[in-house]
C-alpha cells in the first residue's frame, strides 16, 4: 500500500507541480473549448488523455518501446501547439464539432506518457506489484488532471458569465497563449535534438 501512495503522488505531481507546465497548458488547450456545463465531456476528455498516458508508460516500462527522450521532450510542446491551433478554428461549440479533441486528447497522451516514462522505468520495473503501480500513478495523474480542468472550467465560467466575454473570445484568448507558450517550449527544445 506504501508503493501505491508513492506511485499517487507521483502521478499527481505530475500534473500539478511548477515543473508540470507542458502537462498543464496541455489540458488547458483541450478544456479551453468547455464551458462548466459540459464537465462530463471533459471528464472523458482527460480519462482519454490518461488511458492514452499510461498505455505508453506501461509499455515503456515493460520495455516494449523506447523513444529518445530528446524526441518526446520536444514532441509534447507540439502535441499541445497543435492542439492549441485547431481551438483557433472552433466557430460553434456543438459536441459534434469538438469531437475531435477526444482524438486529441488519447493519441496525444501516448507521446505525454513517453515523456514520464524514462523517470519511472526502472522504478516501476523492479516493483513486484506493477499493474498497482501503475494503478497508483495513473489515479494520482488523473486527480491533478481534475484539479487542473475544475480551475480551467471556473475561469471560463467567470470571464464568460461575470465578465461578460463572448465565448468564441476567450477560447481565441486562451488557446492562443497556450500556444504561444507551447510553440516558445518547442522552438527551444528543437535546438536539443
Known sequence: MQDFGLYFSWGWHHIVSLDALDHQLFIAALAAIYL??????VLVLVTAFTIGHSLTLALSVLDIIRFSS??????IPCTIVITAFSNLFQK??????????YFLALGFGLIHGMG????????MAKDESLGWSLFGFNLGLEAGQIVVVVCILLLTQIMISVFKAPRREWVLFLSAGVFSLALKMALERAYGL
Request: charged fraction near 25%; proline fraction near 0%.
Open 36 to 41: 462548466l456545463k459540459d464537465w462530463k465531456q
Open 116 to 123: 514520464f516514462a524514462n523517470a519511472v522505468r526502472f522504478a
Open 92 to 101: 460553434q461549440f456543438t459536441a459534434k464539432t469538438i469531437r475531435i479533441n
Open 70 to 75: 530528446k524526441w518526446v521532450e520536444f514532441l
